[in-house]
């Protein structure tokens, strides 16, 4: 086991929307931690070898009919034990004690009363004090497990925190990880370092020198190739596998008509800047070929998917000799991939985890498969990659195919990369390119009347779609000043030929996705 993986925490997750921020909370502290579905059987648990168990919370009772448990199996690891909300809960129903709705629901903020300095509210006060904490649940400690007590109240649950008398098991009906609650990050890095000891290793440095001794020992005298598409994680992953095996990497970028304004020649510039070995192909007639008469997103994703195999299957054998593929899959997409509590219905494809490997008979190469998007950034800022890539927003795999609602074609294309490159180029200019998670334009499939000059016009819809968010998990509409709003509106309408009408979409996911397809 290497160093920056022997500290390690795993979390068992019991379906909240919160258990990866948990993760990345964990992670920010440099000590390493997955994530497990609760169902992952005792086997796995104990085969991870953690220095301490987090239970998730979860939008279920522990009383309902099929509610996700876990054996007491579990909790005799001979680790420490930290149980959120549901987690807290779990604890309870399995060490004997008893929890029951509550005739008061509490979600939000609330004031939590600490009784004394345990270990795992060190830092936040000498003695009793207080402090604020999101809530998020409806059902409450009724009995508390024989041996425990509680160690924080607020108004409406008695046993807001609680622990054994052995400092082994710790149960909070908060939040630690979500940012409402000021203190959490101090709460889990005392359930980390003081209850768990463990030590912070995980760093992103170690982690560089680490991956490039793995991909040297898997890839050896061997050639690997690379679907780079100029977005983070494949562009990290490319240049954190060329600097373990050089020019035994060709990267392939291919060109499938769907990309922004300039971007081909942009990404060309900058990896070739970077010393690697780049194969451009332009396949774009091939891609747009293909889209005609095809309005349904679902299908114009697995068009881009299966044009993008069969281009870079191609491409890949005329390298010639390559045994393994380079993909920048990240631990969301990994997650996102395995299903926690069952069959669940498909919102969209997903372009990474699977499919391209099963078919060219290629071993896998994924150095980032353990980390998050920040994380990512974080690697790339170590190598000393360009800031313009490192922070570039995310930027789906269909590209611009599914911000145009309805076909693609070349000359929708054409509108909707001019009015995309000036949303851009304007929350660029703002200062706000870093601080919103995505900013684009939308195609509309409708045409609207307007008026330019004395002439009544009918012409295309853009729509603005900025969001902030922390990992694309959720997110929120991005309060974009009306003055930048107004400045976008008006040079779209003014500079692309054949729109007379800018709105700006202000729904959150969820509801909502980021994309409109």
Request: net charge neutral; charged share 25%; glycine share 10%.
């Amino acid at each position: 086991m290497s160093d920056i993986h022997s500290e390690r925490i795993l979390i068992l997750d019991f379906g909240s929307q919160y258990t990866q921020l948990i993760a990345r909370r964990v992670r920010e502290a440099k000590v390493y931690c997955e994530i497990f579905p609760y169902n992952a059987g005792l086997a796995k648990v104990k085969a991870f070898h953690p220095k301490g168990l987090i239970l998730s919370g979860g939008p279920s009772s522990v009383y309902d009919p099929g509610a996700p448990l876990i054996d007491k199996a579990h909790l005799d690891l001979g680790v420490p034990v930290l149980g959120i909300c549901y987690g807290m809960q779990l604890l309870t129903h399995v060490l004997g004690g008893a929890v029951a709705k509550s005739q008061k629901r509490e979600f939000g903020r609330a004031e939590l009363n600490i009784h004394k300095g345990e270990k795992l509210f060190a830092g936040i006060g000498e003695g009793a004090c207080k402090t604020i904490v999101w809530m998020s649940h409806g059902d409450r400690i009724e009995k508390m497990p024989a041996g425990f007590s509680a160690i924080a109240h607020t108004d409406n649950s008695p046993t807001a925190a609680m622990m054994d008398a052995q400092g082994k098991f710790f149960g909070v009906q908060f939040h630690p990880e979500v940012a409402h609650t000021p203190q959490g990050v101090q709460i889990l890095r005392n359930f980390v370092y003081t209850i768990c000891k463990c030590e912070p290793t995980w760093t992103m440095a170690s982690f560089v020198d680490y991956s490039v001794g793995e991909i040297r020992k898997a890839v050896g005298d061997k050639q690997a190739v690379c679907g780079l598409s100029g977005g983070v994680d494949s562009s990290v992953a490319a240049v954190l596998v060329h600097k373990a095996i050089g020019k035994q990497l060709t990267c392939i970028f291919v060109n499938n008509g769907v990309l922004r304004k300039d971007e081909a020649e942009k990404v060309q510039l900058s990896f070739k800047d970077m010393g690697l070995n780049l194969k451009y192909v332009d396949a774009s007639a091939e891609f747009l070929a293909k889209f005609k008469g095809v309005e349904d997103p679902e299908k114009k994703r697995k068009i881009i998917g299966n044009t993008f195999i069969e281009v870079f299957e191609r491409e890949a054998l005329a390298v010639g000799g390559a045994e393994f593929l380079v993909q920048g899959t990240l631990y969301p997409d990994v997650i996102e991939s395995v299903s926690f509590k069952g069959p669940s219905a498909i919102i969209k494809s997903h372009h990474n985890v699977g499919g391209l490997p099963e078919k060219m008979k290629l071993k896998l190469v994924e150095p980032l498969r353990e980390l998050f998007k920040d994380e990512v950034r974080a690697i790339g800022r170590e190598m000393k990659m360009p800031d313009d890539i490192i922070d570039r927003q995310p930027f789906p795999g269909p590209g611009l195919a599914i911000r145009i609602l309805g076909e693609v074609t070349e000359p929708r294309l054409r509108v909707l990369r001019e009015a995309d490159a000036i949303v851009i180029e304007e929350i660029k200019k703002a200062g706000l390119y870093k601080e919103i998670w995505q900013s684009f334009a939308v195609l509309l499939p409708i045409k609207t009347v307007g008026v330019m000059g004395d002439e009544r016009t009918y012409e295309n819809v853009i729509a603005i779609r900025a969001v902030t968010s922390q990992d694309g998990m959720t997110a929120d509409w991005a309060k974009v000043p009306y003055e930048l709003l107004g400045t976008m509106s008006n040079r779209i309408i003014n500079e692309v030929k054949g729109v007379n009408r800018v709105v700006f979409d202000i729904s959150s996911k969820p509801p909502s996705t980021i994309e409109w397809e």
